[in-house]
C-alpha cells in the first residue's frame, strides 16, 4: 500500500501493460480510472480489482477523439473529485517497411501513438494546474531512443513522444511531473497488428525474450509512488537477455 494514495487515469486499459498497471496501482492503493475501446476487458477488470479490495471504475474511450479524450477526464473528475495521474498508454505497432506503402497504419500510428498522448495532456492539464499539482506518465518504447527496420513510422511516433514528455517537463514549474516509460519488448497485444508477413516474423524472434507487463507496471507504480519534489523523468526497462 502506498501512503498517498492517488486517482490515475489510465488509457490503453483492457490489455497488455496499461492492465498490469491497473492491477497494480489498485494493489498499491490508488484509485483507478481507466478506458478503451473494449468495454467488456474493462467490465471484466473492474469488476476483478473491486472483487479484490480495489478501487476502479471505466469507461469506453477512443483516444484519437479528443472530445471523447475529454469526456473521459471529465467522467474520472466527476466520479473521484480529481484526476492526479495519467498514464498515456494506449498505443499501435503495426510494423511495416516504408515501400510497402500501408499509410493508412501511418496515420493510424500517428492518431494514437501521437495525437493520443497530446489528447490526453489537453485533456487533464488544464485541471491539473488548477488544483495545483498532476504527473503525467507517458509510455513510449526503447524505439524512443534508436530505430530499426519496418519500424521507422512507429519509431517516429515514439520520438515524438519523448519530445513532448520532456517539452512538458520544461514547461512546468514544478507543480506538474512527467515521466517517459520507455519498455524494451514486453508481452502485449502491439505485435497482433502487424499486417505485413515479414515483419511479423521477424516479431515473433525478437518476442522471444519478452518481459511480462507486470515488470512496465512496476516501474509506472515506482514513478507514481514518488513524493511529489521527486519527478522521475524517464525509465527505459529492457530484457536482460535482449540488446535492443
Known sequence: MTDVAKIVAVTGASSGIGEATARRLAADGHSVFLGARRTDRLDALVEEITAAGGAAASRRLDVTDAADVRAF??????????????????????????????TDEWDRMIDVNVRGVLHGIAAALPAMRGQ???????????????????????????????????????????????????????????????????????????????????AIADAIAYAVAQPAEVDVNEIVVRPAASAQ
Open 132 to 214: 495545483g499539482g498532476g504527473h503525467f506518465v507517458n509510455i513510449a518504447s526503447v524505439g524512443a531512443y534508436e530505430i530499426s527496420p519496418t519500424a521507422a513510422v512507429y519509431c517516429a511516433t515514439k520520438f515524438a513522444v519523448r519530445a513532448i514528455s520532456e517539452g512538458l517537463r520544461q514547461e512546468s514549474s514544478g507543480d506538474i511531473r512527467v515521466t517517459l516509460v520507455s519498455p524494451g519488448v514486453t508481452e502485449s497485444e502491439l505485435a497482433d497488428g502487424i499486417s505485413d508477413a515479414a515483419a511479423a516474423e521477424a516479431m515473433e524472434t525478437y518476442r522471444a525474450v519478452a518481459l511480462p507487463a507486470s
Open 73 to 102: 477526464m471529465s467522467a474520472a473528475r466527476e466520479h473521484y473529485g480529481r484526476v492526479d495521474v495519467v498514464v498515456n498508454n494506449a498505443g499501435v505497432m503495426p510494423l511495416s517497411p516504408l515501400e510497402a506503402l500501408k
